[in-house]
Structures are given as structure tokens and as C-alpha cells.
């Protein structure tokens, strides 16, 4: 298991009714580098079925405790975010996935620190909420109902990102290119002023102020190497093109 403060948080299903929806979350949970996951009397349960609609997750799937109460669940963890869509009368503290995000992130170091969600058409009772030591609410419209795992995937989502987690490494371009020198812009200058004279572009302008342009978008656009080159190119066979059509 890689080295990160994700490894502390686990997701709480209670009572799933469905293994589609547990195959989703689990899907989500790879997503974004949890991998703790724990069910309350799921209503189905086939680790055959899950792995196959979530691919590439038997690591987690093999992983799964089950608990026969809520109070087994999460005994070991040392904060709890319950997610809810119902504003409840008890006045308690809510939040939402980012602030979650990062008071369960603060929390992390002194162990298991657990998101909790209820069932697909109910969610929480008001007595499994009492286990959480903080509610949060997904902002949304008036329809306020979300799928299971769509509200596991923001919250993990908030995690990930409050984790600055890199678990994903974004390779390079197949034939990466060097940055472009100080020559290869100035090559690049004088052979645009030369095509630009070629088509009489400075005929009504003066060309003191468009090439001035010319570099100032050049050098924000910031091209490497191989991009300076090819403009060039096509300065010079602009060029070449009108030397050719002059000749016939």
C-alpha cells in the first residue's frame, strides 16, 4: 500500500441494497486512492458481480469488512462525517465535502477517520447520525437527491484533492522538446518580417509595431523548440511560394 494520509480514511456503507451501487463505489474509492471500505448488512453482496463492474479493484474488493452494526463499523475510528441530504431540527455542526475533507484530514494522524453513508433510499436514520461527529450536506439544486455513488465519488473527490494525493503521474509528451533559445526566436522574427514584406502586409502598417506584436504574443505563448522551428517553416515556404508563383 503506497505511503499516504488516504490510507487512513474508510468509507461506511449501511445497509447497501445494491451490489451495482457497491460496485460503483468501490470504482470510485480507486478513483481516488481509498481503499478501506466497510459494509453494514448489505441487503446483496457478490464480490464476483462487483469486480465485474468495477475493473482492476480485487485489492479492494478483498479488503471489504463487514460489520453487523454501525457501532462495529466504525469503533476504531477517531472522527466520522455522515452525509446527509435531510436538514435534521438536532443542532448539530455541517459541513460540506471540502470542509469535511479537511477536518477529517486533521484528524488522520491519531487513526481511522470515516466518511458514512446510508442506504439508497432513505439514507441515515437520525440515530446513525448521532454516531457522526459531523454532518455534511453536497450543495445542490432543490433536487437534492444523488445515487449513492455519485456522493461517495465528491466526497473522495474533496479528499484526494485536500490530500494533495499524486497518485496519478501524467507522462510526458511521447518526443518531449527542448525550451526554444534566444536564437531560434530571433531566427523565427526575421523570417515572418520576411514573409510578411513578401505579401505586403506592412504596405498600410507600420512594421516596427506589428513585429513587436508578433514577439509579444510569440513569447506568451511560450512554444519549445520543435514549435519554433515549425513556424519558422512556414514563414520560409510562404516564401518559397510566391518565388515560385513569380517564376511561372
Known sequence: MSDSVLNAVVVVLVEPQDTVNIAN?????????????????????????????????????????HA????EAIADCVRVAGFSARRRAAKREVLDPAAAATDLLAHAAGGPVALLFGREDKGLSNDELDRASVVVTIP?????SLNLSQAVL?????????????TRTIPPPRHDSPPATAEQFER??????????????FKTRYPEHVMRSVRSLTYRAIP??????????????VQRALERARRS
Open 154 to 166: 465528491l466526497a473522495l473527490y474533496e479528499l484526494h484533492r485536500a490530500a494533495g494525493d499524486a
Open 140 to 144: 445542490t439544486t432543490e433536487h437534492k
Open 188 to 201: 523565427l522574427f526575421a523570417e515572418l518580417d520576411k514573409a510578411l514584406r513578401a505579401i505586403d502586409f
Open 68 to 71: 453487523d452494526t454501525l457501532d
Open 25 to 65: 463505489v468501490i470504482r470510485a474509492m480507486k478513483n481516488m486512492g481509498v481503499s478501506s471500505l466497510r459494509l453494514v448488512r448489505p441487503v446483496e453482496f457478490d464480490p464476483w458481480r462487483i469486480e465485474g463492474v468495477a475493473h482492476d479493484t480485487e485489492d479492494i474488493v478483498d479488503r471489504i469488512r
Open 224 to 237: 519549445d523548440a520543435r514549435e519554433i522551428e515549425l513556424l519558422r517553416a512556414t514563414a520560409i515556404e
